[in-house]
């Protein structure tokens, strides 16, 4: 019998909403694209997403800029991170993460990885000890929220300002707090591939005026602060406006109009996602010698990709099992490769960083499978994709007992 083949792309994102279409035509009929390009009395696009993306997240002040990545470097820069500093980060992330350490001139330090797929606490702890580092970038790799209670105590207990990297978390919350407000800053990406999309595009959010008075002043302002209806009173600029250098990486008016109809819709959006998650945990538990990523009950997620793991399997099987999914038409990315590949590069490629050892890291990554899930896909996309995957996974497993 001919196996079953799955077509759907897993690069596939949803078509921009007609109103986020309409609102951007509406921008570029107007000619007035730039964030400080406005009428009298006009709000512009730019600040109302800030305004209503500080009400999502229930904080103080929002900065909209021109990409995630952008959103941690101005953090790290608003904090006074600079050259020769140690800033502690996961050692399992994405390049950007280590790449905004590395632009203010800053190293970062790497912290192991558990079987949970989040920071290792007390890892964090000793290198917190040993490293001198002032700073934790934070980044919740997939969407995998540590236990929030316990890191910040870390935190507290070592004098550590958190910046919390949310690309995978915007809408997902930790005991009912969304993630990115449990540090001084929040960090969210709306890349393509994130949960809003406007190709590129990045939020920062804070309660702290002076930070975020400093973050206004770095992302391009000039003397326009004025002009952020959710950014911290004018004389919170009284000195920041002379001592804060203009690092441009503003948001347009046209992503901001894009955004602002997905911001409207993201609740509904998250439901959508986790169904999907469900189907795929429901598929994947039980499955001999695969293990599946238990959540936690205090977090609420946003399942916009899916991790499982192989435990003990070893590098040739895991490429035949990538190699036998795409060949179904089911793309998985793996994190044990000793070559990065596309989007997926790991902490030992990061040359740029001094050299480190995360043998517990390495570990996990050797048996970690990754997948996206485009909300092009329906729930039975879902249980095909886990047939596949449960099918490929024993015959595999059966040719090495075999
Ligand atoms: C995508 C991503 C970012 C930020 O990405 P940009 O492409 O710069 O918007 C940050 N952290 C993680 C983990 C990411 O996946």
């Known amino acids: ?37 406005l009428l009298p009395g006009e709000e512009g696009e730019v600040a109302a997403l800030e305004r209503e993306f500080a009400a999502f997240t229930g904080a103080g002040f929002a900065l909209a800029v021109a990409s995630g990545g952008y959103a941690m470097g101005c953090a790290l ?9 140690r800033v502690l980060s996961n050692g399992w992330t994405l390049a950007p993460v280590p790449g905004a350490i590395a632009s203010v001139g800053a190293e970062p330090v790497f912290v192991e990885t558990t079987d949970a797929l989040t920071i290792d606490l007390e890892d964090l702890a000793q290198k917190a000890k040993a490293s001198g580092a002032g700073v934790l970038l934070l980044s919740h790799m997939r969407g995998h929220i540590c236990d929030m209670d316990r890191l910040m105590d870390v935190a507290r207990a070592h004098g550590l300002a958190v910046i919390e990297d949310c690309a995978h978390t915007m809408g997902a919350a930790w005991r009912g707090v969304p993630s990115g407000r449990h540090g001084v800053i929040g960090c969210y990406s709306t890349q393509t591939y994130k949960h809003m999309n406007s190709g590129e595009g990045g ?22 602060f004025g002009r952020h209806t959710a950014g911290p009173p004018i004389d919170r600029f009284e000195t920041v406006k002379y001592d804060t250098p203009n690092v441009s990486g503003r948001m347009d008016h046209l992503r901001a109009a894009i955004l602002r109809p997905q911001l409207a819709a993201l609740q509904g959006q998250i439901a959508r996602w986790n169904a999907l998650y469900r189907v795929m945990e429901e598929g994947l538990r039980n499955s001999p010698d695969l293990r599946i990523i238990e959540r936690p009950p205090q977090e609420s997620i946003v399942g916009s990709s899916f991790q499982f793991l192989l435990p003990g399997w070893s590098d040739a099987r ?85």
């Open 203 to 224: 939020l920062i959010v804070s309660d702290d005026a002076d930070i975020m008075a400093r973050a206004v002043m770095l992302s391009g302002s000039y003397m326009l």
């Open 77 to 85: 820069r608003a904090l006074g991170v600079g050259p020769g500093d």
């Open 1 to 37: 019998m001919e196996k079953p083949v799955f077509t759907g792309k897993f690069t596939q994102q949803e078509p921009i909403p007609d109103a986020a279409i309409a609102a951007a035509v509406a921008v570029m009929r107007s000619g007035r694209l730039h964030r400080y390009n």
């Open 318 to 402: 895991m490429r035949a099992l990538v190699a036998a999914c795409a060949a179904r038409g089911v793309e998985l990315k793996w994190f044990g490769a000793a070559e990065p590949v596309a989007f997926t590069s790991r902490y030992d490629s990061w040359r740029f960083a001094p050299p480190q050892r995360l043998p517990r890291t390495d570990a996990i990554l050797a048996g970690l499978v990754d997948m996206r899930l485009p909300l092009t896909f329906c729930e039975a996309d879902c249980r095909l994709i886990t047939g596949i995957i449960r099918d490929e996974v024993m015959s595999m497993a059966q040719q090495a007992t075999g």
